[in-house]
């Protein structure tokens, strides 16, 4: 609006000086009129002068638009993304540590792990007395049913975090496209990078605790094993073999 009324000022000057140059070359350098001297070529002079001063104003009026133009795209990338799902994650996260820091019996530890295979798992633990042949097939048993127990736990979590994820991925996807500046469209896209390390992270703890239970059910069908030859060979040892006695099918 400022700007029409700006033109229309200069085409005005313009045309005024155009007629007063015209009146100028027709009219002496000085006239008297009513007693004030009149003088065209100053006049057209002062015209011309206006009318440069209106397109200065003008330049300067579209400076300040341009730069209130920048100021306020400068602001809008510099505005802070108003939809935050970080919270939610991390405590996603964090049930399935719990879950995973629930383990039965043998733990995600490498000392621990160690010290259940040496006494339950090989060695002495298969060579010992009868009694401690049976203790250590019971441990192994109950090792490998908390193992089988974990995974479905760690299972259910990790799906449970399935419908979480979902929402804050629609929120962030939302906060993108609907981004008034650079800064959002940034914070959105990191957040949803944290999003799929979440879910990459639910994937891991699946696969070990997977991975955990199908090893620990090999380790005890390999003990087995080997606790199945050690009683053979203790069968078949003259020494400690097979020793008749009494039995009784029925009681009295």
């Known amino acids: ?55 200065q104003i003008n330049n300067q009026i579209q400076q300040i638009q341009q730069a209130a133009t920048s100021l306020t795209n400068e602001a809008r990338n510099l505005a802070s993304l108003p939809f935050s799902s970080l ?36 060695g002495v633990a298969l060579t010992g ?33 399935i419908d979480g994820a979902r929402t804050a991925m629609n929120g962030l996807v939302s906060s993108s496209q609907s981004a008034t500046g650079a800064l959002q469209a940034a914070q959105a896209g990191n957040q949803l990078l944290a999003l799929q390390s979440q879910q990459i992270a639910d994937l891991t703890a699946l696969v070990a605790a997977q991975g955990r239970a199908q090893a620990l059910d090999a380790a005890r069908h390999t003990a087995a094993e080997e606790e199945g030859r050690e009683r053979r060979r203790r069968f078949l040892t ?11 099918m029925f009681r009295d």
């Open 238 to 248: 003259p020494s400690t073999g097979y020793q008749p006695g009494n039995a009784r």
């Open 1 to 55: 609006m400022k700007t029409s009324i700006l033109r229309r000022a200069m085409l005005a000057g313009a045309i005024a000086t155009s007629s007063m140059i015209g009146i100028a070359a027709a009219t002496p350098a000085h006239a008297q009129l009513g007693g004030i001297v009149y003088d065209p070529t100053n006049y057209a002079q002062n015209v011309l002068t206006a009318a440069r001063s209106l397109q």
């Open 87 to 122: 919270q939610q994650l991390q405590q996603q996260v964090q049930r399935t540590q719990q879950l995973l820091g629930e383990a039965q019996r043998i733990a995600y530890d490498v000392q621990n792990v160690q010290q259940a295979f040496n006494g339950r798992y090989k």
């Open 129 to 161: 007395t009868h009694a401690q042949m049976v203790a250590n097939a019971n441990a192994r048993w109950e090792d490998s049913v908390g193992a089988f127990e974990d995974a479905l736990r760690v299972q259910a979590g990790v799906v449970g975090n």
